[in-house]
């Protein structure tokens, strides 16, 4: 409720004055039966026909500022909420791109589409109903009650004895409403993650053709999606036909006393009929409001969702009292452990309530001198990435400290931190754009800078190849590329900033040997000064580099050069020999 109120207060002029022309049209709108009930009752009998065509042109300019007012209301209310919407959108975008990888691990990507798009949508409807509905509802109860009291009180006591009846049961009922709807929204976040691995994987699918299987996992998500969907709707739908029912037993009882009253000379017949007439306005005026309450339990359940995003601490900013570190190097790992499941927990904590934490990492100690190389080779799941999640501190170490400069990485602000970084990480993205912007992507870059870092990623020749080279538009993730293509431009991009470290993580596994070879030339003769690390599976993209570290199951099995772990290690040792052929 708190981010709703925020939103109501950062627009309330702007909301005001919607309300204020809203309240107008509705006024205007309670008069029509007035009037009309005073020219039936009082004008006509009289005979006159210039009072006659005088109340019948008031009551046309009534219903012309009543058909403006809402227009008006109706279009800026609109404008008021979609501005809203943006704001909160883009602070939530801001905000996902800048919260670490614990807490992103925690919601998961499919969870943060969903509180951006229909979370926030909800939060929309609400601001835009709330101008409208918010202002006309009750002024239509509450003015019917009192313009129908100065016309007959007896047959206006039915409205005053049911409208509170009517108003508590909708008022009950919405208050259920809220944790209805944050299952539903969650059991979107299930469709969504579902949908998002099926899109990213459909090659996949179709290569095992697994589509039945995929059909059938979406079938359950969107399923269970509308059981909590529907049963939400049905228990916030229950007061409509209740409060129809009211009105309308109400409405009946209006007509056989109003009857048996005019047969009496006790009522005139336009009272009846304007009593009709406001007896739908309060129907409407009671639905409004259940509309209303349905809509703020909505983006209640939204808003805290949003909210939850929105409120969380910012787990990387920069510690001013980190410890430095008397070792000389450009980056030192200094008897580093890491759990993901412990670094999580601070994001998430009741996810892991009494689940055993494994290490991920486990006592990583080696240094890098400035302008030096280091290899990382190990089995999948070793640990390997995560030594250069913790390098950019994307997470923070458990135990030990890891250094760039001599300074700890946790005392760095983390912009001027990954600004000494170039990256190609595993599966990187090519956005939708052109060529030249996926290898600036946004930074100030001269064209020869541009083909340079294109040549020495061996990525100039297929580039200029394109009639309008640079200026190719790519697909989404590249899909006019191949695998070789894509991790070409990749290296561009990361050798573009002409980085301090360059970071290159499986980046060369779908490059031709050659390819790879004149790769690794390029960055030694063109980029020397910047330290470098290597994350291969190949042995021939490492065994050159200053120094190898062998990781197996997140320790350190082997480090130190090429010919040195020949004889020192025998898991280096054996996938040398397996990679180039000296195994029978």
Partial sequence: MKLLLNILRNFRWAIARTMLIKLSGTIAELMLPYVLEHLIDDVAPAGDARAVAAWGLLMLLLTVAVRTFNVTANRMSVRTARQAAYELRRDLFHTSLNVSGAQMDAFGLPSI?????????????????????????????????????????????????????????????SSRGIPLYDRVQQGMDDMVRIMRENITGIRVVKALSKEDHEIARFDAASGEFERRDRKANTIMALPGPIVTLFLNVGLTLVVLIGARRVNAGQTEPGVILAFLTYFNMILMGVMAINRIFMMMSKANASANRISAVLDLPDDLAPVPDAPGTAREGAIVFDHVSFSYDADAEG???????????????????????????????????????????LLMRFYDAGEGHVYVDGRDVRAYDRDDLRRKFGVVFQNDAIFADTIRENITFGRDLDEDGLRTAAGDAMARDFIERYPDAYDHMSDIHGANFSGGQKQRLLIARALAGRPEILVLDDASSALDYRTDANLRRAIRAHHADATTIVIAQRISSIMSLDNILVMDEGSMIGYGTHEQLLETCPAYRSIYQVQMGEVA
């Fill in 113 to 173: 589409t969903s509180r951006m798009t229909s979370d926030s949508y909800n939060v929309q409807s609400f601001v835009q109903s709330v101008q409208t509905l918010g202002i006309r509802a009750p002024i239509m109860l509450l003015g019917g009650i009192a313009i129908t009291l100065t016309m007959d009180v007896g047959l206006a006591m039915i409205l005053v004895i049911m409208a509170p009846v009517m108003l508590s049961l909708v008022v009950y009922v």
């Fill in 347 to 389: 994001a998430n904590a009741h996810a892991f309530a009494g689940a055993q934490r494994e290490q991920c990492l486990k006592d990583i100690d080696f240094t890098i001198r400035k302008g030096g190389s280091l290899g990382i080779i190990g089995a999948t799941g070793s640990g390997k990435t995560t030594i250069v999640n």
